[in-house]
């Protein structure tokens, strides 16, 4: 069996990225939730100015895996940081070290620009993903709880902003 090939994405990936998520979203029991597709994932990855990257796992030119991350920005490191929103590997391919194979490059990413940390979250049942991340020195950031607005609720906070009258 051949090497695995790690390779940043591109625009003819789309179809593969976008069928990637959905196989994600099914594992993660949260398919109901998916609202990207093809072109708004070509706009936001691929267009003017990307917001993200993609990594796509390949072994003999068939895809395994992919890895989407972006930067954030540490103010206590005073550097960037690179933060992995997916990570997935198709069932059938686990264990052949694709995972790790990402999650290898994206650090060489992160030491490459300078990045102070390389992290993610994972949902607290999926105790094989857990146990792959300690094998590779991923620590728990327990005393950090994930927050989020977003909907509803982004909206509303969004016109509450608007709605202060400008500081002279």
Known sequence: MSAIIIRPARADDLDTIHAFILALADYE???????????????????????????IAEQEGTALGFALFFHNFSTFEGRP????????????????????????????IAMDRGCARLEWSVLDWNEPSIAFYRSIGAKPMDEWTVQRVDGDALHALARAGRAEPPRT
Do not use: I, N, S, W
């Open 29 to 55: 029991r949260l398919a109901h939730e998916v609202k990207a597709d093809r072109a708004t994932l070509g706009r936001y990855l691929f267009g003017e100015r990307p917001m993200a990257e993609v990594l």
């Open 81 to 108: 940081g690179l933060y992995l929103e997916d990570l997935f590997v198709l069932p059938q391919a686990r264990g052949l070290g694709a995972g790790k194979a990402l999650l290898a490059r994206l650090a060489q």
